[in-house]
């Protein structure tokens, strides 16, 4: 069987990419997954306040305000 230059190669590679190297990598990935979670949990947070805005903006009306107005329709006594 014929030596593979490619796979030596790897063996080496792995044997100079110390722990502390590692370490490192993953921090950095930690990072960067929170900060795109952070970034999804601001756009999960506004994005629909400012859709709420526009729709109120243009005329239409809020979820809530339907709801509000049919329970005083079924309820008109309270």
């Not at 929170?34 to 506004?46: E, H, K, R």
């Not at 629909?48 to 049919?70: A, H, L, T, W, Y």
């Amino acid at each position: 069987m014929s030596v593979n230059n490619f796979k030596e190669l790897e063996k080496e590679q792995i044997e100079k990419f110390d722990s502390s190297r590692k370490k490192q990598v993953k921090n950095n990935i930690d990072s960067s997954l929170g900060v795109f979670q952070f970034i999804g949990d601001i756009f999960g947070l506004y994005i629909p306040k400012v859709m709420g805005i526009f729709v109120r903006m243009s005329g239409g009306s809020n979820r809530s305000q339907i709801d509000n107005s049919e329970k005083s329709k079924k309820y008109p006594n309270q």
